[in-house]
């Protein structure tokens, strides 16, 4: 991606995560399409944070992406103490409608796997009306079990000879991160790990509104709309809260007694390195 300068990280419990921006992000994404160069796209959240600390191939996954959004208020508040002032927060279900305009505007082709049956056919009807230009060649609901050898190859062959060159994944987290990470590589597209958009373009869910955003509240909303689902996965926030302040520990301690051999950091510097 050097078009559009060097990839700048901090990094948050191990795993770095990008200093970024929806738009920046959108022209990397578009970059690495139009390159034809199979890459994957993640948003990190404070649980998948923690799960990249205990699970080594989520850890996997996030290294070898090609980006790794801040997703969540509470992560680019950590990129600012971090020292990285222009950190964003750069969701899923915000960047994705930002990246369909796009798709739309350069004739972009697009391809959604994931989300169930009945999700898919309220979202292509949205998708229709919202970006009626847009070139949708890909729509597709595996099982949610675990797919046999057979049907998935059969699923990377179809999703091949659509032609699609921007895969939205929804398979949820951890399972979409390490989709893509074990077979971006057979895929003849860039593959966006986004979730929960699915449900919010198919207009089942409601995203709060940009002030709720701001104040790091979007998870108490998602709550309140999946609560059996999200109850436990809450659970980590203070987990990861924990694990972060342990970690600018380890740096102050480093620092004050004279343990890194590395420079002290300048405006634009890691705290964590």
Not at 1 to 20: E, H, N, Q, S, Y
Not at 59 to 80: E, F
Not at 230 to 253: D, E, I
């Amino acid at each position: 991606m050097d078009a559009l300068g060097p990839r700048r990280t901090g990094t948050i419990l191990k795993t770095p995560v990008d200093i970024t921006s929806h738009e920046l992000t959108c022209a990397r994404v578009f970059e690495l399409a139009r390159r034809k160069k199979p890459a994957y796209i993640c948003y990190a959240t404070a649980h998948m944070l923690v799960e990249a600390t205990r699970r080594f191939e989520v850890k996997d996954a996030y290294k070898c992406a090609s980006i790794v959004n801040p997703d969540g208020t509470p992560i680019a508040w950590c990129l600012r103490l971090m020292r990285y002032r222009n950190a964003c927060r750069v969701n899923g279900p915000t960047s994705t409608p930002i990246l369909l305009r796009e798709a739309e505007t350069l004739g972009t082709p697009v391809g959604f796997y994931g989300g169930r049956p009945d999700t898919l056919v309220k979202m292509e009807r949205n998708l229709i009306a919202e970006y009626p230009a847009l070139k949708l060649v890909y729509v597709h609901s595996p099982p949610f079990r675990e797919l046999s050898k057979a049907e998935l190859a059969q699923d990377i062959a179809e999703i091949n000879a659509s032609g699609a060159q921007l895969l939205f994944v929804g398979l949820g987290s951890p399972k979409q991160e390490i989709w893509m990470y074990r077979n971006y590589a057979s895929l003849n597209c860039v593959c966006l790990g986004v979730g929960a958009a699915f449900e919010i373009l198919s207009g089942e869910k409601v995203f709060p509104p940009e002030w709720v955003q701001r104040l790091g509240l979007t998870w108490l909303v998602r709550l309140c709309q999946e609560p059996r689902r999200l109850a436990s996965r809450n659970l980590y926030s203070p987990v990861f809260a924990v694990m972060w302040l342990a970690q600018v520990g380890s740096h102050v301690g480093r620092s004050m007694f004279g343990l890194s051999s590395r420079k002290r950091p300048t405006a634009e510097g890691r705290l964590s390195e």
